[in-house]
């Protein structure tokens, strides 16, 4: 059964970084759109990055804007797992982070449990 596991969250000052990972076991995840979505306390799920297959390397990267310019995402297509490398955090970052992967147009099927992200001011 495909399984996503994310890890790297933790506690961090405003302006430090912290780098997310998301493992992939159970399928592998290379010709996959994958994403990253985050849930603050009391607000809707949004989307914060996504990298989509392009059938060869690279892919389509995309971010939100409230991230674009501080946030990178990443993938590893040997570990099969996905990063996102988040630099100047800011206390609005603080949220449960979650990945997601699907196939390519049809939607993010596999999610994770999650990883919490706090940054104090």
């Known amino acids: 059964q495909a399984q996503l596991a994310e890890s790297g969250g933790g506690l961090v000052q405003a302006g430090g970084s912290l780098r997310l990972s998301c493992a992939a076991s159970?399928?592998?995840?290379?010709?996959?759109?994958m994403g990253w979505f985050r849930q603050a306390p009391g607000k809707e799920r949004e989307f914060v990055a996504s990298i989509r297959w392009s059938g060869g390397s690279g892919g389509s990267i995309t971010y939100a804007d409230s991230v674009k310019g501080r946030f990178t995402i990443s993938r590893d297509s040997a570990k099969n797992t996905v990063y996102l490398q988040m630099n100047s955090l800011k206390p609005e970052d603080t949220a449960v982070y979650y990945c997601?992967?699907?196939?390519?147009?049809?939607?993010?099927?596999?999610w994770g449990q999650g990883t919490q992200v706090t940054v104090s001011s």
């Open positions: 159970g399928r592998t995840f290379s010709s996959y759109d």
């Open positions: 997601a992967g699907g196939p390519p147009g049809f939607g993010y099927r596999y």
